[in-house]
Structure formats: structure tokens, C-alpha cells
């Protein structure tokens, strides 16, 4: 599985920003898509939550392809 750090200055990150901000989709649309359709994992479980709050240490994954680690 590819991995990427994801720098936050704020206190947490939505999780369909963070995807966004990562570069992993292009739209909001897309992350939407992906995110109902549960293919995105928080911290090892299938989240649905469009404005899932991660905070530095948190773990988002697509499709057990590509993490993003918020640090």
C-alpha cells in the first residue's frame, strides 16, 4: 500500500477535504462517490462520514491502495 504523510496546521480535517487536499480525488463530487460508496477506511474501519473529523495520528485509506497519514 502507497503511503503519504498529510501536514494539517488546524486542529482536525474533514475527511472529504483531506482527500481532496491529499490530491487522491479531483472534485469534492468524487470524494462524495468514493466515500458513499465505502470504499474509504478511517483507522482500519469503512467510514460513510463525508465530515468524519481527522486529527493528527488518523489514518484514511482508499480501496487498500493509497493512506494518508494526517501528521
Do not use: W, Y
Amino acid at each position: 500500500m502507497e503511503s503519504h504523510e498529510v501536514k494539517i496546521k488546524t486542529e482536525f480535517i474533514k475527511l472529504q477535504d483531506l482527500l481532496k487536499f491529499a490530491g487522491a480525488v479531483e472534485t469534492g463530487g468524487d470524494a462524495k462517490l468514493i466515500i458513499q460508496e465505502g470504499r474509504v477506511t478511517v483507522n482500519g474501519e469503512v467510514c460513510e462520514m463525508r465530515g468524519k473529523k481527522l486529527r493528527p495520528g488518523d489514518r484514511a485509506a482508499i480501496d487498500h491502495a493509497l493512506e494518508l497519514v494526517v501528521t
